[in-house]
């Protein structure tokens, strides 16, 4: 069994350092633990007093009653020496260190962490961090930030990544904006003990993680990282966010982490060579993740588009060339399909630009002709429909999206919002990805995410070989999809 | 007098193919002009009524009793050259074609556009268009787009491209959401006539204009091109948004609007060469247009940061040199200001990391000892701050921005909101914009945004030279500010 296991579903977990007080850092662990439906034991430790968030609390973690399979220590970090020994004792195997001071500030703090991981080294005690808020795991209910964090969506997407932001700002962006579900998340802090290659080898074989997304600032054992994410991209896609591109940035991970960043070209060959794909930015990351969980990997590089505007249309081209996409010429079939909502003087291509066609005969039978037409064409792989949210192309688009997914499960779907009205931008946002159609605010982002599932398909790695097991052709609606949280 | 001059500032205003049917294209305009609050003479021009939406309505151009300065005319294709002959009849000298089916689409449509040209040359009119959905100017009250639009909020920005994106989709986009105040707006269609070269020349003397920034797919006169944007950028910052950097891209256009749309290479060059800044998107369009408006540029290279994550940091690190951005060492004084809310064993440098003072000290002091220690250095040009929107780093983000702006009034300041709650996200970005703080949502983004400026002022071009007459050296409170929409 892998180390990380305890990490993500243990049977107890013990909080070291918990306490009575909101907003104090022992407090908001022991209560994101209840928050997420934890089903374990939890055994609060604080000598101060005898009950927090309504668990019996104890006075040393020599004193819990049961065992405890992992340790979250919310410890000043001059105290961490003193809870490895303690932890030994006790018998605990598996450990979290939040407190920060150590490798990430320079000679004194990386003294002190060498300390403490040889200490942890002879008793057999696997740490993730120091500096690392943990794991979330919305399977079992664990999620052990440092900060507050609502019950997020279950589903398939595994993140992780040194940053702590994970399990906190982004854990919340994408529970409020984005909407994938996740499967298990891990803050890894200094990387001290575990690390991205742990990481990679437990989630490979982690049949509940569908897609991998992980954010790196460099990785320590080159060879081994290379054959667990070359096994991992065997299994599932996997998107890779380096940072370290330029030299200021390798300096600043190196006071950050103390990461060295090595050289960005090699990442950048390794990891295409590994059959991952490198994402430029967060914002990237889950865009991908998004069309990754919710769609299938199109068969083809061609691509057919539907836009509002010419704009659109043109946007789209630009980029299509950028991520290895092309717009195939429309079949004689696709043409008359399309040529029923076309007026004559507007010509039947692809992209299609269909405002004319918008104003003859309303949104709804415009986009509804056209995207089927192009859907049905066999050289069409994957259909994107590009939006402008104005009163005069409001339409009800799942009415468009319901029956082009029901009628092509095996094409990936995307729409494009491209401007209109805020409000209208977060209402359809939430009504297509709440059905599983993900949508972005440009052509560049939709076809920079078609791109890169194109990508993980052609290499023959990822998802798509093992499709039939282990995912659908498409969760048109997806796990909790429809419970949205605002 | 600049041609124009009456197509934004008409005395008086015509819409031939006026309609008492609300969603028809001649209602919408009509409506919109009254929307926007125009001054002048509205003159309805439909044989078949006599009033609409309160104005008496004219059977033809020629009934009008007062002169038309500007004319729309929302009229089939195959009606345009009618309408040049009653338009010349009737002494109308300006004139916009918004229907489509011209050089847009193919040999037919060309030769109807050479023809509609040909006699408007001879009868002295000029033509913004065919396929041009107009313009709209906050000052004098005209929109004549044939979609919907709200009233817009005023202030110094004034865009233009073929697309009529930006008089629909986007204008609204940016008035819900990106909130900068709009000058002027023109979408020049086909450019038959009026063109890039007219609107920069009417922009760069246009007083009311401080910042320009334009979409393009190619222009038709290099020469004059060149001359006309290096007048413009030499008077204020030109931002230029230019598509067809791939070889699909241009193809796309030729079909779109039938423009060449030259080497992309080229393009790139002149823009430099001319003092004006290329942008890769609409995205970045607007978060240079929003800064440009609202900050003063920045006098050097040194940005400070200050963040509530390490992530913040690295991400800032890594684009910096990208964007021609450094981050300055502390000077000693700073360092000793920066000591003030730090913990002991944080290290003071820029970028900031200030978790641990943030859990030491509260959000407020943390940032606001850091911050106003990182403005006060004199290295530091430009000082951006970090936020993750989560319960645990909640403050009253002005009385962080407020002080600042009072007391560096001539360095930029720019938020970014990296993460976090969706709806705290909306809210944040709502009151810093309101009070004229760009808000980005990655670190990159800010950085690229400063950067922009930076490039500005370095080139000696832009507004820095001309600050004291057309631009304000800070609006902290940007028109219609407090007035949000949503």
New interface residues.
């Given amino acids: 069994m892998s180390a990380l296991e305890k990490f993500f579903c243990p049977g107890s977990v013990a909080v070291v350092g918990a306490s009575r007080t909101p907003?104090k850092?022992g407090h908001t662990i022991v209560r994101n633990i209840l928050e997420f439906g934890f089903r374990g034991d939890i055994y609060p430790v604080n000598p101060g007093c005898e009950e927090i968030l309504g668990l019996r609390s104890y006075a040393s973690i020599g004193e819990v009653p049961g065992p405890v399979d992992l340790a979250i220590g919310v410890l000043p970090?001059r105290q961490t020496l003193d809870l490895i020994t303690e932890c030994a004792h006790a018998g605990v195997r598996s450990l979290i260190i939040p407190a920060?001071?150590f490798s990430?500030?320079?000679a004194?703090?990386r003294e002190l962490e060498r300390e403490v991981m040889e200490a942890a080294r002879a008793a057999g005690i696997r740490v993730m961090g120091p500096n690392s808020i943990g794991t979330v795991c919305t399977g079992c209910g664990i999620a052990t930030p440092i900060?507050?964090l609502d019950r997020m969506r279950p589903g398939g997407v595994s993140l992780f990544g040194?940053?702590?932001?994970l399990a906190?700002?982004?854990a919340?962006?994408i529970q409020?904006?984005e909407r994938f579900g996740i499967n298990k998340i891990a803050c890894l802090g200094n990387k001290a003990d575990l690390d991205e290659n742990d990481m990679l080898e437990y989630l490979a074989t982690d049949d509940t993680t569908r897609v991998i997304g992980f954010?790196t600032?460099g990785v320590s054992n080159g060879r081994r990282f290379a054959e667990a994410l070359r096994a991992a991209a065997g299994a599932k896609p996997v998107l890779v966010l380096k940072?370290?591109?330029?030299?200021?940035?390798r300096?600043?991970?190196a006071?950050?982490?103390g990461a060295l960043a090595g050289s960005d070209e090699v990442y950048s060959g390794l990891i295409e060579q590994c059959g991952a794909r490198r994402v430029a930015?967060?914002?990237e990351l889950f865009d991908c993740a998004k069309a990754l969980e919710w769609q299938p990997l199109p068969a083809g590089d061609g691509v057919g588009i539907v836009s509002i505007?010419?704009?659109g249309?043109?946007?789209?081209?630009?980029?299509?060339?950028?991520y290895g996409l092309?717009?195939p010429r429309p079949a004689p079939r696709t043409v008359e399909a399309m040529r029923g909502a076309l007026p004559d003087?507007?010509?039947a291509?692809n992209?299609a630009?269909i405002?004319?066609a918008i104003?003859a005969r309303g949104p709804k039978e415009a986009y509804g002709l056209v995207a089927s037409a192009l859907a049905d064409d066999p050289d069409v792989h994957s259909l994107v429909a590009i939006f402008?949210?104005?009163?005069?192309s409001s339409l009800d688009v799942m009415e468009l999206f319901g029956p082009l997914a029901e009628s092509h499960p095996e094409k990936p779907l995307a729409a494009v919002l491209?401007?209109?009205?805020?409000?209208m931008?977060?209402e359809w946002k939430r009504t297509l990805e709440g059905n599983g159609i993900p949508a972005y605010?440009?052509p560049?982002r939709a076809l920079r995410a078609l791109g890169a599932m194109r990508a993980l398909n052609r290499k023959g790695m990822g998802a798509a070989d093992a499709a039939p097991a282990t995912q659908p052709a498409r969760s048109i609606t997806p796990p909790l999809g429809s419970r949205d949280v605002?």
Avoid: N
Wanted: charged share 20%.
């Fill in positions: 907003g850092a970090r920060a001071g990430d500030v320079g004194e703090g900060v507050t040194q940053t702590g932001m906190s700002g982004f919340r962006w409020t904006s954010y600032e940072s370290g591109r330029t030299a200021g940035g300096k600043a991970i006071s950050h982490t930015d967060f914002e505007t010419g704009l249309c043109v946007l789209a081209a630009d980029s299509a060339s950028r092309r717009f003087w507007v010509p291509s992209p630009d405002w004319a104003e402008t949210l104005i009163p005069e491209m401007s209109g009205d805020a409000l931008y977060a605010h440009s560049e605002r």
